[in-house]
């Protein structure tokens, strides 16, 4: 049984467009999160959120809309996307923030032509 | 700018071998923790170690935490090949928010 499974796990768009990525957990975990991580490997931290509520919001484009409609999902909206936006995008989750390991999904791998 | 600081940025050795690799960081923590990813993957939890803890083992992984001097090391012993990985370390100076290193790409030869 996968723990956290995002979806899709590639995706290639064009410039302007606006595309949804999926993140799931099954640990019963309370915080969920989102990461980029660029072609230099460099991980970043967008959103947290812990039971539904968001916590961490980074200095993220207005762009980026997370959505939790429970504690176990957390998606990602990205309205008119750019090139800049090409990265590996990763959710992950823990029992309670920072204080805990975090358990990431598979991630998903975004291209904006 | 980045809470942690990895060196090396990469390391390569032979099978066998012993790798350790450094975290530095540059505020007061709660945690440290060290995190592995293999390439296209998700990273995978390591090992956390507590601000009060100066050593922490985990079969071939031994991880130091010294405080005073805000580093951390990483050690893994009698390296293999699937240990081919980038290796991160994580620090959660502001509760609920982990910060990661830039990362050791460590690649043991076979």
């Known amino acids: 049984d996968t723990a956290v499974s995002q979806t899709p796990k590639y995706l290639v768009t064009q410039m302007g467009n606006d595309k949804s990525i999926k993140c799931e957990q099954n640990?019963?975990?309370?915080?969920m999160y989102w990461y980029k991580q660029d072609s230099k490997k460099f991980l970043k931290i967008m959103f947290s959120y812990n039971n539904k509520e968001l916590i961490i919001n980074e200095t993220v484009p207005n762009r980026f809309s997370p959505k939790s409609p429970d504690k176990a999902h957390l998606n990602l909206h990205i309205n008119s996307l750019e090139l800049g936006d090409s990265a590996v995008y990763f959710c992950?989750?823990?029992?309670?923030?920072?204080?805990?390991?975090?358990?990431f999904g598979p991630g998903t791998r975004l291209t904006v032509t | 700018s980045q809470q942690g600081e990895e060196d090396p940025q990469a390391l390569s050795i032979q099978e066998g071998e012993n790798a350790t690799m450094n975290c530095s960081y540059k505020t007061s923590i709660n945690n440290l923790q060290w995190y592995r990813q293999n390439s296209g993957r998700g990273l995978v939890h390591l090992i956390l170690i507590r601000s009060n803890e100066r050593e922490k083992h985990s079969g071939r992984l031994r991880v130091t935490l010294d405080t005073s001097k805000k580093s951390s090391s990483l050690l893994i012993t009698a390296s293999r090949a699937a240990d081919t990985a980038s290796y991160f370390c994580a620090t959660d100076a502001i509760a609920g928010k982990s910060t990661f290193g830039d990362g050791t790409t460590l690649t043991v030869k076979p």
């Open positions: 992950a989750s823990s029992r309670r923030g920072g204080q805990d390991e975090q358990y």
């Open positions: 640990l019963g975990h309370d915080t």
